[in-house]
């Protein structure tokens, strides 16, 4: 009962005064340590035992306590030594044409939908170009789509461009030549900045990285598990 009348009391108090120290640091700093001295002495059993003496320790304690409890989850915007600073991109909203069409799926601002997206995340920046199928996909940003080309269960790092009619996520599994333990689950993963040619396929548990060419997709295709890691890149 002492809390429901003693609460707003200091809530009301704490919002009309402005200490010198700041608007809550000042409870922290002085109520703190009257504060510690009664909890110390509520659970310390030096005396002998006493309700009395029990009832008016906890009573002080949880009194004091109000001081640092209430004060801090008053959430101001403008509060003098809390301040809080945002920072956001100036970056166009989405684009989504006529002929797109999106399904279950989260599209980051400045992306230009002009294919289909079923079940995928595709960050902020990204073209996904007329007759294009993104499914079960996470596609960073800045990142373009070429026209009718699929992708599916596939990760694609930020700034890669795929060509057109390229075929991503085709085939049967097959476990990784060089890193099984990581590119697996049928995913294809594709690093930061590759440059994928028009026209070729690309498996399941394939990792692809780098500046690729026709001429690195034996009959145009990267078979599953298969790895195309070009000079002075990691996957």
Request: with cysteine; glycine share 10%.
């Amino acid at each position: 009962m002492v809390d429901v009348l003693w609460d707003p009391l200091v809530g009301t108090y704490v919002d009309k005064h402005n200490p010198r120290w700041g608007k809550y640091r000042s409870y922290l700093v002085f109520v703190g340590i009257p504060l510690s001295g009664f909890a110390i002495l509520c659970f310390w059993n030096g005396f002998a035992p006493s309700l009395l003496y029990a009832y008016i320790t906890y009573i002080a304690m949880t009194l004091l306590y109000t001081f640092i409890k209430v004060p801090f989850p008053v959430f101001k915007l403008y509060e003098e030594f809390w301040k809080i600073y945002t920072r956001t991109d100036a970056i166009p909203p989405q684009y989504i044409s006529s002929d797109a069409f999106i399904e279950k799926s989260i599209i980051g601002d400045g992306s230009e939908i002009y294919g289909k997206v079923y079940n995928s995340v595709i960050g902020s920046g990204v073209v996904i170009e007329e007759g294009a199928v993104v499914r079960d996909s996470i596609i960073m940003q800045d990142t373009v789509i070429g026209k009718n080309t699929s992708v599916e269960k596939a990760i694609i790092a930020e700034e890669v461009v795929i060509g057109d009619n390229v075929e991503i996520g085709v085939g049967e599994e097959a476990e990784n030549v060089l890193k099984p333990k990581i590119y697996n689950s049928g995913l294809v993963t594709i690093g930061e900045c590759t440059v994928i040619p028009d026209g070729v396929k690309i498996g399941k548990n394939t990792a692809v990285s780098g500046e690729t060419k026709p001429e690195d997709y034996p009959n145009g295709e990267l078979v599953g598990g298969g790895v195309i890691i070009k000079a002075g890149d990691n996957v």
